[in-house]
C-alpha cells in the first residue's frame, strides 16, 4: 500500500513542477485550491514547490500577480 502512495506521491510531486514552470507559482497554487479538498497533501510538497525559491523572488512574482 505504501508503495503506491509514494508512487502517487512523486508523479503529484513531477507534475506539480512542471505546472510551476510553465503556469508560475500563484496559477498552480490556485489549480492546487481548486482540485485539493484537502491542504494536507499540499504541506507535503510545499517544500519541493518552493525549494531553490527565496522570498524576495517569491514576492516579487506575487506582487506583480497582484496588479493584475
Known amino acids: 500500500m505504501s508503495i503506491q502512495v509514494n508512487?502517487?506521491?512523486?508523479?503529484l510531486t513531477d507534475a506539480f513542477e512542471v505546472l510551476v514552470r510553465n503556469l508560475g507559482l500563484?496559477?498552480?497554487s490556485q489549480?492546487?485550491?481548486i482540485l485539493?479538498?484537502?491542504?494536507?497533501?499540499y504541506t507535503n510538497i510545499r517544500?519541493?514547490?518552493?525549494q531553490g525559491k527565496e522570498?524576495?523572488?517569491?514576492?516579487?512574482?506575487a506582487k506583480r500577480f497582484n496588479r493584475k
Request: aromatic share 10%; hydrophobic share 30%.
Open 26 to 28: 500563484e496559477k498552480t
Open 55 to 61: 522570498v524576495n523572488s517569491l514576492y516579487k512574482e
Open 7 to 11: 508512487k502517487n506521491q512523486s508523479l
Open 47 to 50: 517544500q519541493k514547490l518552493f
Open 36 to 41: 485539493t479538498p484537502s491542504k494536507t497533501v
Open 31 to 33: 489549480l492546487w485550491q
